[in-house]
Nanobody, 110 residues
Framework: VQLQASGGGLVQPGGSLRLSCAASGGFFSTNVARWYRQAPGKQREFVAL???????NYADSVKGRFTISRDTVKNTVYLQMNSLKPEDTAVYYC?????WGQGTLVTVSS
């Protein structure tokens, strides 16, 4: 299994980004997919998950601002991030099928 994350970048506070995580060698439709993030000098932390049945769960810090979704045709999981804050700055990783994606950097700064 390989996971390819993309979509990170520099955005101003209050802005939006959408991260993507494309899978090969496995299917999101039958597995839980998670997003984590790791800010400089901090431990990696859970952000969001979506189960094979479509149930979603979020960290309190992103609830109401981030949305995790899945496209089973494209075999891709997304993380829509709105109302971004400087404290959302981190490398974001997708995780599924015992595999980590390579991470994509999100920087929220004016």
């Amino acid at each position: 299994v390989q996971l390819q994350a993309s979509g990170g970048g520099l955005v101003q506070p209050g802005g939006s980004l959408r991260l993507s995580c494309a899978a090969s060698g496995g299917f999101f439709s039958t597995n839980v997919a998670r997003w984590y993030r790791q800010a400089p000098g901090k431990q990696r932390e859970f952000v969001a998950l979506i189960t094979s049945g479509g149930t979603r769960n979020y960290a309190d810090s992103v609830k109401g601002r981030f949305t995790i979704s899945r496209d089973t045709v494209k075999n891709t999981v997304y993380l829509q991030m709105n109302s971004l804050k400087p404290e959302d700055t981190a490398v974001y990783y997708c995780y599924s099928m015992d595999t980590w994606g390579q991470g994509t950097l999100v920087t929220v700064s004016s």
